[in-house]
């Protein structure tokens, strides 16, 4: 079976929680960038998260150690018998040796488990970090969506003010300005809906990033669409280097590999050496009593005869095989998500720039001309009321296409983990 030298594996460590402190109250807008920082920094469930990184790295400190010596004393004399001052006492001290390098073995075990909690960390990470970036871009969306809604409100309010005065004078009926009065109001309702939602929206970004319920939250950047075509696609294998979770199916490789080594290593149970000292006294019809002492090591050694630990080796090839697989696995995955999120790039800025093209561009002409013609006495309100139901339904499917786009562009920053906070770096644990 072929593993992965200890050498090569790239681990994505953790961006150190002091390295990024914003406070909650700050009126600094956030970039995305610096939302997500914060995010992993203030994430509260991600601090709990990180403490297995702890725990994996205390098992290597005290791992690959001696068990505890033992002492053993004992005494006996013949005060129940003949009672002739006869007896013996020892004084004995054991320590168990294992046969092969198996404390060592353990040691490099517990550090490959490090190594695996560190990767699991980082994909914790990475999916917190893709939850944030695309709440934001829907954020900034349904913001968008809300000013133009106040624009249309707000050129709705003119045509209003402009039929009122017509009406003063005759020019037109009541129906007409309560047509449009109507129109207004509809889309003035529309506007409130899409402030509650933004509202949700808000909540939900302060609950990932880790900030209050009523903590300030200034957002930076827009939704406007790159000039230029995005790339079809990007180098996998510096994406595969920094995508946690092939990583983490990497080091579950050299773990393997360690645990095959532990449990061969347990074939052979310790041997026990002892050093004791004795002492006696016994009765001689001679010389009367006397009394001698020895000193003296002995050393057991358990026979495998039976038990040669078979399972546990049977069960570690197991995993690993398991192992082998799961970075195959783990690789067409990556594989096949980015070039479903290239794609699914690419098809998003074509459409968005489709909707802020010449037809959007004809529709705000042919409104101005309608406000025109109307002015003029040569069109009526009902085709200006379109013009301009028009323009606004363009230049809300317009910024959904945008908002599509830069989910697309988030969904590329997911799969290929281009966030920042996850950095390259050959492991410190040795």
Known sequence: MKFFSPSILILLTCLPAGAVRLAAADAVPLSREKAIALAFANQRELKVA???????????????????????????????GLDEGEGT??????????????????????????????????????????????????????REKIRLGREGVALNQEIVGFLEEKQKVGEISKLDVMQATLSGRTLEQEVKSLQTRENQQRLALRQLIGLEADAALPLSGSLDLPATRPAARGEMEAILSRRPDHVLALAKIDEARAAIALEESKRWEDISVKLFVEGEAVHDNLTGLEKNTFAGVGISIPLPLRQRNQDGIAQAKINA??????????????????????QHRLDSWELAREARGDLLRLAEENLTDFREAHARGEATLTQVQKAQEQVLRLRTSATTFLADYHLA??????????YPGLTLSRSTAK
Request: hydrophobic share 45%; with cysteine.
């Open 321 to 342: 095989e398991a192992a082998t697989g799961g970075v195959e696995a783990a690789r067409f995955k990556v594989r096949a998500e980015c070039e479903e999120a290239w």
């Open 50 to 80: 990180a403490l297995e990184i702890q725990r994996a790295a205390s098992r290597v400190r005290w791992a690959g150690r001696l068990e505890n010596p033992e002492l053993e004393l004992s005494a006996s004399d013949d005060g129940a």
């Open 89 to 142: 006492y020892e004084i004995a001290f054991s320590q168990r040796f294992p046969l092969t390098s198996k404390l060592k073995k353990e040691k490099s075990l517990r550090v490959w488990q490090v190594a695996l909690a560190e990767a699991e960390v980082a994909e914790r990470r990475r999916e917190l970090a893709g939850e944030v970036d695309r709440a934001i871009v829907e954020l900034l969306a349904t």
């Open 409 to 418: 562009e988030a969904r590329v920053r997911y799969v290929t983990g281009a």
